[in-house]
T-cell receptor
Framework: KAGVTQTPRYLIKTRGQQVTLSCSPISGHRSVSWYQQTPGQGLQFLFEYFSETQRNKGNFPGRFSGRQFSNSRSEMNVSTLELGDSALYLC???????????FGPGTRLLVL | LAKTTQPISMDSYEGQEVNITCSHNNIATNDYITWYQQFPSQGPRFIIQGYKTKVTNEVASLFIPADRKSSTLSLPRVSLSDTAVYYCLVRRSGGYQKVTFGTGTKLQVIP
């Protein structure tokens, strides 16, 4: 069974731009969560989607948004990028609420 | 969800058994303990998960005492490739919750 895939793997943007990251969960998994990882703040929860509905949200500004499609694939969007948004963005999928999460390789975003 | 506390770092020589302990004093009845391994610039990899007593798989063992307020990840005969950050995580079965990762334990295996 293929694992979680994330695209693109690397991305360079400039301040003020917006970016969209994509995540394809493990086949059969319906829950997708997003995390931001930085050296200073560690792994921080962004949001979780299940059946196309956001079920939980972390403490991030409204510039961070996401959505989930009917095939469980998910995208996250960051608008008006700031230098501090430079991070590794991780997507994790699980078979359902509260189940074990399996992570993708991440998207490395660099904001200049 | 229960907050977890782990040592920030550990060193071990190749071939030794490594035990990493995680404290989760406020663990609830329907909480499970999950451990992940993460290499630099990669996503965390699921290692092992348990509820109580002992769980063993091909990679590691997980020991959970009766009060479940702590857990110990045991890695047998570590090699240089086991150098990574190890995260202990408490997750609740059912329902949606904000998953909180702690600082993790940076394991350095020395030749």
């Amino acid at each position: 069974k293929a694992g979680v895939t994330q695209t693109p793997r690397y991305l360079i943007k400039t301040r003020g731009q917006q970016v969209t990251l994509s995540c394809s969960p493990i086949s059969g998994h319906r829950s997708v969560s997003w995390y931001q990882q930085t050296p200073g703040q560690g792994l921080q929860f962004l949001f979780e989607y299940f059946s196309e509905t956001q079920r939980n949200k972390g403490n991030f500004p409204g510039r961070f948004s996401g959505r989930q499609f009917s095939n469980s694939r998910s995208e996250m969007n960051v608008s008006t990028l700031e230098l501090g948004d430079s991070a590794l963005y991780l997507c994790a999928s699980s078979s359902g609420q509260g189940e074990t999460q399996y992570f993708g390789p991440g998207t490395r975003l660099l904001v200049l | 969800l229960a907050k977890t506390t782990q040592p920030i770092s550990m060193d071990s020589y190749e071939g030794q058994e490594v035990n990493i302990t995680c404290s989760h004093n406020n663990i609830a009845t329907n909480d499970y303990i999950t451990w992940y391994q993460q290499f630099p610039s990669q996503g965390p990899r699921f290692i092992i998960q348990g509820y109580k007593t002992k769980v063993t798989n091909e990679v590691a063992s997980l020991f959970i005492p009766a009060d479940r307020k702590s857990s110990t990840l045991s890695l047998p005969r570590v090699s240089l490739s086991d150098t990574a950050v190890y995260y202990c995580l408490v997750r609740r079965s059912g329902g949606y919750q904000k998953v909180t990762f702690g600082t993790g334990t940076k394991l350095q295996v020395i030749p």
